[in-house]
Structures are given as C-alpha cells and as structure tokens.
C-alpha cells in the first residue's frame, strides 16, 4: 500500500517568513496529492490539491509542487501570517480508486509575530 | 448550511460500554468516510462507502461496524469500548469514486470519544 512521510514535524517561523513542507511517497500510481490545514480544535480543510499531470500549482500565498520522478511533493507558504498557524496534512492517493487518500502525519506550523 | 455534520461531538463513556456516532452530508456526494485521529494527529482511514456499498475497510478491530441507511447517512457503532479507542472520529465525504471533477474531501466537526 501507499506510504506517505513528511518532514518537517514541526516548523516554527516568523511572521513575514517562507515556510516549506516536504512529502515523499510510495506508490508510483499516485496521481492525487492534496494538502490539508488543521487549525486547534477544528476539522481538517483542503488548501491546494495537485495532479501529477502538472509540476506546480499556486493560489495566491500558497503553492505546492511535484516531482513525480524522486516521488516527492512539497507545500510553500509565503509572507506567513499568525492565522497560517495550524497542522499541515499531506495526502496521496490514486485517482482510479479514487477515495483512498493516506495522510502524511502532519505538520505543526507555527508562525510568530 | 452544514455540510458534513456528526453527532455527538463529544462522547465520555466507560469501557465495555457501546457507543454510535452519526454522521449526515447535505452535499449530495456518494462516498463517504470515517476516519481516526490519534493523539499525535494522524489522521488514518478506517472505512469507506459509495452509495451505501462498503469499499474500503481498513484493518481495523471487528468491534468497530459502519451502517450506511442511505447514501447521506453514514454511522459508526462501537461494541465494548476500550481505551485505545480514545480519539477523534471524523466523518467526510466526496463526490464519489467514479467521478472524476472533484476528489475533495469535505470532513465533518469530529467527534472527541473518551474511554475512561
């Protein structure tokens, strides 16, 4: 089955700073590679998704991008902000099966004023 | 306006006891999932149906038994809890398996189970 690592446990910054979240997975099928926030308390939340059809995706402070030859994706936060504070999930999964999504097992970002 | 709601949202019970957690989706999506946080926060899949047919089912204990009445209906009923069970239950749902324009999942409240 797929194996999914990520790196950094936790990732402490400030204000203003770039943060960047490393994933490394298993199953060369994988063609589905989302990104989940997880502030206190709350539900998990997708941010940013990408196909392994393309190599990079932005949306606005945010993007992610994929190597699918070393089989590693990577999260990018710019001018983080206090509010980007939370648990950052990687995920894969294979778009045929579609459902089976196996999480990375988190992030911790913390981003101090 | 909730899309992905569960109750109840926490559930303090005893060992041995059993317990059901219930979860509906208004987004009219066919797949829907349960999942385990544990207390270091990893999030691993536990079950998951597509219109009311079970397609995962993880290696988890047979105390554990998801019950789909309908395809926005997705229950999970524990039998003789222990205190390994102790952890965050989320419910989510996607558009299902078969098609292809979203595979977001959208993931309920959670529910806070604590085994004492």
């Known amino acids: 089955g797929e194996n999914v690592e990520q790196h950094p446990s936790t990732l402490s910054v400030q204000e203003g700073d770039s943060a960047v979240i490393k994933c490394t997975y298993s199953?060369?099928?994988?063609?589905?590679f989302p990104w989940y926030k997880q502030e206190l308390g709350k539900r998990p939340q997708l941010i940013i998704d990408?196909?392994?059809?393309?190599g990079e995706k932005k949306d606005q402070r945010i993007a992610v991008t994929l190597n699918k030859t070393a089989k590693h994706f990577s999260l990018h936060i710019t001018e983080t902000q206090p509010e980007d504070s939370a648990v950052y999930f990687c995920a894969a999964s294979r778009e045929t099966s579609g459902s089976r999504l196996t999480f990375g097992e988190g992030t911790q970002l913390t981003v101090n004023p | 306006d909730t899309a992905v709601s569960q109750t109840p949202k926490y559930l303090v019970t005893q060992m041995g006891n059993d317990k059901s957690i219930k979860c509906e989706q208004n987004l009219g999506h066919d797949t829907m999932y349960w999942y385990k946080q544990d207390s270091k926060k990893f999030l691993k899949i536990m079950f998951s149906?597509?219109?009311?047919?079970?397609?995962i089912n993880e290696t988890v204990p047979n105390r554990f038994s998801p019950k789909s009445p309908d395809k926005a209906h997705l229950n999970l009923h524990i039998n003789s809890l222990e205190l390994g069970d102790s952890a965050v239950y989320f419910c989510a749902s996607s558009q299902g398996v078969l098609r292809y324009t979203s595979y977001e999942q959208y993931f309920g409240p959670g529910t806070r189970l604590t085994v004492t």
């Open positions: 199953d060369s099928a994988s063609n589905y």
């Open positions: 149906y597509n219109n009311k047919e079970l397609i």
């Open positions: 990408i196909r392994s059809n393309v």
